[in-house]
C-alpha cells in the first residue's frame, strides 16, 4: 500500500509529461510509396549527451509543434534534421528548434524521412527522401486552417543533410509543394542547383571551421542566388564547426542564429507585426 501511495503521484507526472509530447502523423497513412513490405520497427540510440538519434524509418512522419492561436503568427516550416542520410539527430536540429519557434509564434514540423544511406537502403536522397520532404509540406498547406497556419507562409529547414533536402525542395518544386521560403543550415548543398528569381527566399547560415564544401560553398550558393534574382541571407559564424544546431551548451556566436532567423521572417513579411524574441 505504501509502495502505491509513493508510485502514483510518479506515474501522474509521468502521464503529464506524456501528454505533453506532440504525437507524430504519419505521411501516409495507408504506408508510403516504396515502403511496402519494410516492417522493422524504428530505431532510437540515445548519446552519452542524451542526443535522441533516430533509424529505420519506413513511415515517415511529422511532429507538430504548434503556437497558441492568439500567438500564431501564420508563418509555419517543416524541419529536416540531418545525420549524413544515415540517422536522424533528432534533438538539436529538430525539437529544439521546433520548440523554440513555436513558442515565438510559428508552427513547427519535426520531419522523420526516410534514409537513403542506411545499410542495405532501397531508398534515395533524391526520390525517397526528397518526396518525404515534399509531402510534408502539402500535408501542412492541406492542414493549414486546423493549425493556424497561412498556406502562402509554409518553408523549410533543413540542417546538413536535411539541409540537402530543403535545397531540393526549394528547386524542385510543383505548385502544391513549393516552400514559401527556406533556411539551410549547414547543408550539404546538393549539384547543379537551378536557380532563379522565382526560387524561394533563402536564410543560410553555417561556421566558418565547418569543412570547405560547407564553409566555402555556402558563400558561394548565397552569391548564385543573388545572381540569379533570388531573395538570400547570409551568415558565417565564427569559432563554430559543423552541427551547431540548438544546443544549450553552445555558448558560440551562432548560438544566436534562430533569433537571426527569426527576425529574417519577419522582415520578409512572413510573420504578423509581434515583438521580437531577445
Given at each position: 500500500m505504501y509502495l502505491r501511495t509513493m508510485l502514483l503521484p510518479l506515474l501522474a507526472a509521468f502521464s503529464l509529461i506524456a501528454a505533453a509530447v506532440p504525437q507524430s502523423i504519419l505521411l501516409w497513412p495507408?504506408?508510403?510509396?516504396?515502403?511496402?513490405?519494410?516492417?522493422?520497427?524504428?530505431?532510437?540510440?540515445i548519446t552519452p549527451a542524451g542526443d535522441h538519434v533516430v533509424s529505420s524509418v519506413h513511415q515517415p512522419s511529422i511532429t507538430p509543434y504548434l503556437p497558441t492561436p492568439e500567438t500564431a503568427?501564420?508563418?509555419?516550416?517543416?524541419?529536416?534534421?540531418?545525420?549524413?542520410?544515415?540517422?536522424?539527430?533528432?534533438?538539436?536540429?529538430?525539437?529544439?528548434?521546433?520548440?523554440?519557434?513555436?513558442?515565438?509564434g510559428v508552427a513547427?514540423?519535426?520531419?522523420?524521412?526516410?534514409?537513403?544511406?542506411?545499410?542495405?537502403?532501397s531508398y534515395t536522397i533524391e526520390g525517397t527522401s526528397?518526396?518525404?520532404?515534399?509531402?510534408?509540406?502539402?500535408?501542412?498547406?492541406?492542414?493549414?486552417?486546423?493549425?493556424?497556419?497561412?498556406?502562402?507562409?509554409?518553408?523549410?529547414m533543413g540542417f546538413s543533410a536535411g539541409g540537402e533536402l530543403a535545397a531540393l525542395a526549394a528547386t524542385r518544386f510543383t505548385e502544391d509543394n513549393k516552400p514559401s521560403?527556406?533556411?539551410?543550415?549547414?547543408?550539404?548543398?546538393?549539384?547543379?542547383?537551378?536557380?532563379?528569381a522565382q526560387t524561394p527566399p533563402a536564410f543560410l547560415a553555417c561556421?566558418?571551421?565547418?569543412?570547405?564544401?560547407?564553409?566555402?560553398?555556402l558563400p558561394e550558393l548565397y552569391l548564385a542566388l543573388k545572381?540569379?534574382?533570388?531573395?538570400?541571407?547570409?551568415?558565417?559564424?565564427?569559432?563554430?564547426?559543423?552541427?551547431?544546431?540548438?544546443?544549450?551548451?553552445?555558448?558560440?556566436p551562432s548560438a544566436a542564429w534562430l533569433v537571426r532567423f527569426h527576425e529574417w521572417l519577419?522582415?520578409?513579411?512572413?510573420?504578423?507585426?509581434?515583438?521580437?524574441?531577445?
Open positions: 495507408n504506408g508510403a510509396p516504396g515502403s511496402e513490405g519494410k516492417t522493422a520497427a524504428e530505431a532510437v540510440r503568427t501564420g508563418a509555419a516550416v517543416v524541419i529536416a534534421p540531418g545525420g549524413g542520410h544515415s540517422a536522424l539527430w533528432m534533438d538539436h536540429e529538430g525539437y529544439n528548434v521546433a520548440r523554440w519557434l513555436s513558442e515565438h513547427a514540423f519535426v520531419l522523420k524521412y526516410r534514409l537513403a544511406r542506411e545499410k542495405d537502403s526528397l518526396l518525404d520532404t515534399q509531402r510534408a509540406i502539402t500535408l501542412v498547406r492541406s492542414r493549414a486552417a486546423e493549425w493556424h497556419v497561412n498556406p502562402a507562409r509554409v518553408g523549410v521560403f527556406q533556411a539551410l543550415i549547414y547543408p550539404a548543398i546538393p549539384r547543379e542547383m537551378k536557380l532563379s561556421g566558418e571551421n565547418d569543412r570547405k564544401n560547407i564553409s566555402q560553398g545572381q540569379a534574382g533570388a531573395s538570400a541571407e547570409l551568415h558565417v559564424y565564427s569559432a563554430t564547426g559543423h552541427g551547431f544546431g540548438m544546443r544549450e551548451t553552445n555558448h558560440t519577419g522582415a520578409g513579411g512572413f510573420l504578423k507585426p509581434a515583438t521580437h524574441p531577445k
